[in-house]
């Protein structure tokens, strides 16, 4: 298992991060394979025996029953090395301060993660959401006094745009409070979007990212083929995300990805994870499978490299449309382009 700086912290994380979204079995961000203890524990330790040193959870997620399970698992103890990350953001409760940024809802939903986790520390707190409503002001100044008291080591963001967080870190800056180190965004072969403002804003500002759902909800498992949907998965189930615009695009995309692996001798989900642990600026990516063999099959990812060769193949296949004001940057401003403007305008350079 390789071992990344998060952003321009001092924090090394492993590459795959074992996320905890469907434990606990109740609320709507737990609708496909729900996990109790036991199969928690196992998933766990079959991770840490890889090592894997960071599991991300939420607050939200099963209405605090994966914090909880968390807890339980680790035995009210960290085990050596282990590193949680969790959220808040969404409603926790029918009131109307029970959600959002606000220091009054950040202040309340931290002491009551780590009630549920059973720990006097949280590694890395991320606001889980925009909230418009908040002044950055506010929410900036609650996470640091949160840092400050010793309840929580660094922050992060997730789910924001390029500009919400450039106005962030912008304030952080200004008053000289706790910065960002990490974005958790969702980025895949199949959603390349991430790379227009969040992968340059990462390279630039130094953010590590964390990526969620980097199977795209089963997707790129190569499992998903045009006109097959496997039983039991999200897809199947009903969930959303991520939004499918272009079919034809999705299963040229799986075709690709696909033939590169079984000329490996690997599953398409270990060539999608690679895939990723490949791109600028991308710290770790974060896996949940429904059972141990594809827990077991994720983790392999981490040794996996790619070709140049079978990169090209998938870039190219999964290519973004280069955007305005983008076209017109590489049109009249490619002589004088930073790292972070290459990260995107690069390939399509001559």
């Given amino acids: 298992m390789e071992y990344r700086l998060l952003g321009r912290s001092g924090l090394k994380v492993s590459t795959i991060t074992l996320g905890t979204m469907t434990m606990g079995g109740k609320g709507n961000f737990a609708k496909v394979g729900n996990a109790g203890v036991d199969e928690a524990r196992r998933q766990v330790d079959l991770c840490l025996d890889a090592g894997v040193n960071l599991i991300d959870t939420a607050d939200v997620y099963s209405a605090g029953g994966s914090e909880e399970i968390i807890g339980e698992v680790l035995g009210g103890k960290r085990k050596a090395g282990v590193l949680i990350a969790t959220k808040a953001r969404f409603p926790m409760g029918d009131g109307p301060n029970d959600r959002g940024l606000s220091r009054h809802h950040l202040i309340e939903a931290c002491e009551?993660?780590?009630?549920?986790?059973?720990?006097?520390?949280?590694?890395?707190?991320?606001?889980?959401?925009?909230?418009?409503?908040?002044?950055?002001?506010?929410?900036?100044?609650?996470?640091?006094?949160?840092?400050?008291?010793?309840?929580?080591?660094?922050?992060?963001?997730?789910?924001?745009?390029?500009?919400?967080?450039?106005?962030?870190?912008?304030?952080?800056?200004?008053t000289h409070r706790q910065r960002f180190v990490s974005q958790q965004i969702h980025y895949t072969l199949e959603a390349r979007e991430a790379e227009y403002e969040l992968v340059p804003v990462s390279i630039d500002q130094g953010?590590?990212?964390?990526?969620?759902?980097?199977?795209?909800?089963?997707?790129?498992?190569?499992?998903?083929?045009?006109?097959?949907?496997?039983?039991?998965?999200?897809?199947?189930?009903?969930?959303?995300?991520?939004?499918?615009?272009?079919?034809?695009?999705?299963?040229?995309?799986?075709?690709?990805?696909?033939?590169?692996?079984?000329?490996?001798?690997?599953?398409?989900?270990?060539?999608?994870?690679?895939?990723?642990?490949?791109?600028?600026?991308?710290?770790?990516?974060?896996?949940?499978?429904?059972?141990e063999a594809q827990l077991k099959d994720n983790l392999g990812a981490a040794d996996l490299v790619l070709t140049a060769e079978e990169r090209a193949k998938l870039d190219k296949v999964s290519a973004p449309p280069v955007l305005y004001p983008y076209w017109h940057q590489l049109r009249t401003a490619k002589d004088r382009l930073g790292p972070a403007d290459l990260s995107l305008l690069g390939p399509h350079l001559p």
């Fill in 112 to 174: 009551a993660s780590l009630k549920r986790l059973r720990t006097d520390v949280i590694d890395l707190y991320q606001v889980h959401q925009w909230d418009g409503q908040t002044p950055l002001e506010e929410t900036i100044d609650a996470l640091d006094s949160l840092v400050r008291q010793g309840k929580v080591r660094y922050i992060g963001a997730s789910n924001y745009s390029g500009w919400h967080l450039m106005k962030a870190l912008g304030v952080s800056d200004r």
């Fill in 207 to 291: 953010l590590g990212i964390l990526v969620w759902s980097p199977l795209a909800g089963g997707l790129l498992s190569g499992k998903h083929r045009r006109g097959v949907t496997p039983e039991g998965t999200r897809q199947l189930a009903g969930w959303g995300e991520p939004p499918i615009r272009d079919e034809d695009r999705l299963w040229a995309i799986v075709d690709t990805l696909v033939g590169i692996a079984e000329a490996r001798g690997v599953s398409g989900a270990q060539v999608a994870l690679a895939w990723l642990l490949g791109r600028p600026a991308v710290t770790s990516v974060i896996i949940g499978g429904r059972t």
